[in-house]
């Protein structure tokens, strides 16, 4: 592979590292600021210099921060490529948002706007994106300004009552669609909350002075799983038990995070209960691929930075405790390694310093097939002694490569442009979710050089293949 096409591949693999990890938000070791800007000029470089795997980015499992802004960057330079890329951009484009959530669509079409974005084919996009909603009614009334945005910017007309609820609402006395007519009594009936979106309910619920535990209550039925699992603290400390979650639905990044916020006396207490949820999570996760792992052994970061940051409590150590059972899922033979915990997984807590050089010392040891490493890549204790020890592992004990070795990094490192790295030849890629292992552990050849440009292209082309067929099959 010549170097021109080596740099290709690792700044193509750096962008996707950032894609699945960063979410602008402050980090354990660095703010939020700092985090927006590095993913911004990253986004430009990727952007200018290789459109067309920019645009095949949204296939892959990148987060909805980074999706939202590949959909923008791509309309809001449309000029700067030729009609054929376009016309695959357009569909990547409307199959992305056809699969984010609603709220971060909306998001996308205010940035158009304030950008001034607006040339037919974005309104077009936006037309068909708002034309295929199942419920237009729904939005008007909790995205009601967003939906208002969309429709003046893209020159909509909107169906029904919902754009006189939108843009004229104080003139009907009564509406025959009954989610406007509960919208318009419940700005002077209390009643009619319960009858709304929570969201939309919880601003009016406030105006009218409702206690919260009353309000809880009464808004129960009308309440998501991913509400209902958010408002589980909240349900307790009010004393609501009509808040319990259906633990045996949830994701299983989402639940490791619902896990970890509870007092440990209380994990204790729901031991089985939590740990059937996450094993059952780990299984559908897994699908066909479980048992088919071999020997698997995985260590796990659990030092303090593994607590995150104020607005993402936890996260590191939540898809760390995800991937363990992930993994024991996924494996025939399965261990798990902490950096500090001894024990029951449930229990686990950041603590202590990163210290991977040991652990991996005990992983390799047992020889397994596949080494997993979930961690921050801050190896400090000593500081490198991990890639060290996997240094002389592949020069002197396994030269030919019987151990795959992974590391899969859920913190974006905004000084280098990447999630950090433990040794030079490790396969790292980044993970958000542990939902997502399995594809990540096929990106991760593309991160040691071992496979070109030209095979990370067609890899790229495939996913874009069966993400559109998927989106087909799915509308």
Not at 294 to 306: E, F, H
Not at 374 to 400: F, H, I, K, M, Y
Request: charged letters at 30%.
């Amino acid at each position: 592979m010549s170097r021109a096409d080596r740099v290709a591949c690792e700044d193509v693999v750096m962008f996707v590292n950032a894609a699945i990890t960063s979410t602008g938000q402050r980090e354990f070791r660095s703010a939020a600021a700092a985090q927006r800007l590095s993913l911004a000029f990253l986004h430009e470089y990727v952007l200018g210099n290789y459109r067309d795997l920019y645009a095949a980015t949204l296939a892959l499992d990148v987060n909805h921060l980074n999706a939202a802004m590949v959909v923008t960057n791509l309309l809001r330079t449309a000029g700067e490529t030729g009609a054929a890329q376009r016309a695959v951009e357009g569909r990547l484009i409307a199959a992305r948002l056809r699969s984010l959530p609603p709220q971060r669509v909306y998001g996308v079409f205010r940035e158009l706007r304030r950008l001034r974005i607006n040339n037919r084919r974005t309104r077009a996009i936006v037309r068909d994106w708002v034309a295929a909603r199942p419920d237009p009614a729904f939005d008007a009334v909790k995205y009601r300004r967003s939906l208002s945005v969309a429709a003046r910017h893209a020159h909509l007309r909107l169906p029904g009552e919902v754009g006189t609820a939108l843009f004229d609402w104080r003139r009907p006395k009564r509406y025959q669609t009954p989610i406007l007519e509960a919208w318009r009594r419940a700005h002077y009936e209390q009643r009619a909350l319960y009858e709304l979106p929570y969201t939309v309910a919880e601003g009016l619920a406030a105006r009218h002075g409702i206690d919260r535990a009353r309000f809880l209550s009464g808004i129960a039925p009308k309440l998501t799983d991913g509400e209902r699992l958010r408002l589980r603290a909240s349900g307790v400390r009010h004393h609501v038990e009509a808040l319990a979650v259906d633990l045996a639905t949830a994701p299983l990044t989402r639940l490791a995070i619902y896990v970890l916020s509870l007092p440990r006396p209380e994990r204790i207490r729901r031991r089985d209960e939590l740990t059937d949820a996450l094993r059952a999570g780990a299984r559908r996760a897994a699908r066909r691929q479980a048992g088919t792992w071999g020997r698997v052994v995985a260590v796990l970061d659990d030092s303090y930075s593994a607590a995150g940051s104020g607005v993402k409590r936890r996260r590191p150590l939540a898809v760390a405790l995800a991937a363990h059972h992930l993994l024991e899922a996924l494996a025939a033979d399965y261990t798990g390694l902490w950096l500090h915990h001894r024990g029951d997984p449930l229990l686990v807590h950041p603590i202590g310093p990163t210290g991977l050089g040991t652990r991996l010392v005990d992983a390799l040891e047992r020889r397994p097939d596949r080494l997993v490493v979930v961690s921050d890549g801050w190896d400090n204790d000593p500081p490198g002694q991990a890639a060290e020890v996997l240094r002389v592992w592949r020069t002197r004990l396994d030269p030919r490569r019987a151990t795959s070795v992974v590391h899969l990094n859920p913190v974006y490192d905004a000084d280098t442009f990447d999630v950090r790295r433990i040794a030079a030849g490790v396969a790292t890629v980044g993970v958000r979710d542990a939902e997502d292992v399995a594809a990540l552990v096929e990106l991760a050849r593309f991160a040691t050089g071992e496979a070109g440009f030209d095979e990370l292209r067609r890899h790229l082309a495939d996913r874009v293949d069966r993400f559109l067929d998927a989106e087909r099959a799915a509308s």
